[in-house]
């Protein structure tokens, strides 16, 4: 089945040191999203790509980078996790087969920042 | 900052009843969605309804919206412990803009 996948599920990391998320997507969309969610809050939106143009959201902190080698991996890198950085993140994709901007979601990984 | 503000934020109620959420939003939109998130997962697409569209249904699910007052409405019908989850609206200013989602009502169905 066409999906969004992300890894790892679960992450934990210390105080400061570097972590990567990845997610890849067999649907062949075109626009990749990332988003923050902490517990019982809505989704952030950090950045997105269109094709390979990156859009960064104003408010994304310098801490969080994004790569996107090919249209079917993207990447999230946050160079120093503070405990503030622990949340849930989610992958999401879209495009002209999705119809107008509907979203589908990876099952998201959730990061321990000790 | 967020588009959507949701209530309530948590409903409770027994099997087989209906449960209504509201949606209000804050400028003008070209569609607006309902996604469904189960605890620990990622978000799922519900339904979409466009900003010409009043009234949408789809299975068990009612979406209404009113563009005059800025609020869509998520009725789902004879409930079941299985619906339990969190559930957000989400709106979008063009077709092909981001989305930006609202905090969500957590419904629970107790069996």
């Known amino acids: 089945d066409a999906m969004v996948i992300q890894n790892p599920r679960y992450q934990v990391t210390q105080f400061g040191k570097p972590v990567t998320l990845s997610c890849s997507q067999t649907?062949?969309?075109?626009?990749m999203y990332w988003y923050q969610q902490k517990s019982s809050q809505a989704p952030k939106l950090l950045f997105h790509?269109?094709?390979?143009?990156?859009?960064n959201e104003a408010d994304t902190p310098d801490n969080f980078q994004s790569r996107r080698p090919n249209t079917s991996f993207c990447f999230l890198d946050i160079r120093s996790p503070g405990l503030g950085d622990a949340a849930m993140y989610l992958c999401?994709?879209?495009?002209?087969?999705?119809?107008?901007?509907?979203?589908?979601f990876g099952a998201g990984s959730r990061l321990t920042v000790l | 900052s967020q588009q959507g503000e949701e209530d309530p934020q948590a409903l409770s109620i027994q099997e087989g009843e209906n449960a209504t959420m509201n949606c209000s939003y804050k400028?003008?939109?070209?569609?607006l969605q309902w996604y469904r998130q189960n605890s620990g997962r990622g978000l799922v697409h519900l339904i979409l309804?466009?900003?010409?569209?009043r009234e949408k249904h789809s299975g068990r699910l009612r979406v209404t919206l009113d563009t005059s007052k800025k609020s869509s409405s998520l009725l789902i019908t004879a409930s079941r412990a299985a619906d339990t989850a969190s559930y957000f609206c989400a709106t979008a200013e063009t077709s092909g803009s981001r989305l930006t989602f609202g905090e969500g009502t957590q419904l629970t169905v107790n069996p």
């Open positions: 790509y269109y094709d390979k143009d990156f859009n």
């Open positions: 999401a994709t879209t495009g002209k087969s999705s119809g107008a901007n509907v979203l589908t």
């Open positions: 400028t003008s939109i070209n569609n």
């Open positions: 309804i466009r900003s010409n569209e």
């Open positions: 649907l062949n969309h075109n626009v």
